[in-house]
């Protein structure tokens, strides 16, 4: 049976890795100003996988990886690029406020292939979490101001990425189990890097921006480390972390902190309106997170 220091590392890992990834919406939707989105998702992994690399080479033992291994990991390498990609095209085509919203497809999509895939029993807690996670989305949504001017494409976009990363959560918790969070959200990242710079170089030929044309003050490196840092690195092992310890739909439903804290975020950092019912909903987006929280695994 799961200690309760097991199943509070368990919640407390990915909750902190979507409180990082709100800050990662309104980073890169100021960042986008000066980089193009998919050069931008590029230049985040590339550095995450970097420092996800140094730490396994400095604290895991070497091991062999079979084929099948490796199809897996390239398997989560290219959802990652299918999450990278839409995620930052579709926040470019809306409002960071917006952008942390809309993936919370990701819970809901994630239950769903959790009960077809690995056969995860959708629990009660897991229903009315998912429940208060959509009625406190539809209200902050409402509340951010969503009406006809919102861009089809972008909503379709950020839509994709967050049934993408539902993938990546699910089709990596048996990795996860073979090796761990840490060696899995590495490879996985290795794998896409290059996935990334092809798409990245198509980008810039398309937008006739030379390498040399991208900025490198210190307010943009700066974008740029927490992206890769933060938003990458130690996100994607947190989130992999919570796998060690409960299952897919459990982690998945505290993606949901990601709207309410990106919301918060573009209103005081971006001067993005927000209103009463941001506080309504942002309470049941809370209670959502309670809820699995503290539902036995």
């Known amino acids: 049976m799961m200690s309760r220091l097991d199943r509070t590392i368990g919640v407390l890992a990915p909750l902190l890795a979507a409180v990082l990834w709100g800050g990662m919406y309104v980073v890169s939707k100021w960042g986008f100003g000066a980089i193009p989105p998919v050069t931008l998702g590029f230049l985040r ?10 730490v396994v080479k400095s604290t895991v033992a070497t091991r062999s990886l079979t084929r099948a ?30 952008g942390s919203l809309l993936t919370v497809a990701t819970p809901v999509a994630a239950l769903l292939l959790a009960a077809v895939v690995v056969d995860e029993r959708l629990t009660r807690a ?18 951010s101001g969503l009406d006809g001017t919102l861009d089809p494409a972008g909503v379709l976009a950020l839509l994709g990425a967050g049934v993408a990363w539902a993938a990546y959560t699910v089709w990596g918790k ?19 890097t290059p996935m990334l710079a092809v798409l990245s170089a198509g980008e810039l030929w398309l937008l006739g921006r030379p390498i040399s044309s991208l900025p ?16 990458t690195a130690a996100a994607w092992y947190l989130w992999y972390k919570g796998l060690e310890y ?15 804290v990106g919301t918060a975020l573009g209103a005081a950092l971006l001067g993005e309106r927000v209103g009463p019912w941001f506080l309504v909903g942002g309470s049941l987006l809370l209670a959502a997170v309670v809820v699995v929280g503290r539902a036995r695994a």
Request: a negative charge; zero cysteines.
């Open 45 to 54: 992994v590339a550095i995450g996988a970097v420092l996800l690399v140094a």
């Open 69 to 98: 291994d490796w199809r897996g990991f390239v398997g989560l390498g290219a959802l990652v690029t299918a999450t990278i990609v839409t995620q930052f095209v579709g926040t470019d085509l809306t409002t960071a406020s917006q």
């Open 126 to 143: 897991k229903a009315i979490g998912v429940g208060l996670a959509i009625a406190g989305t539809v209200l902050v949504v409402v509340d």
């Open 174 to 192: 048996p990795l996860v189990a073979r090796f761990s969070a840490l060696e899995t959200a590495t490879y996985a990242t290795v794998t896409a």
């Open 216 to 231: 490198t003050d210190p307010a943009v490196l700066g974008a740029v480390a927490y992206l890769g840092v933060f938003a």
């Open 246 to 260: 409960v299952d897919a739909g459990t982690v998945s439903v505290l993606f949901v902190a990601q709207p309410l």
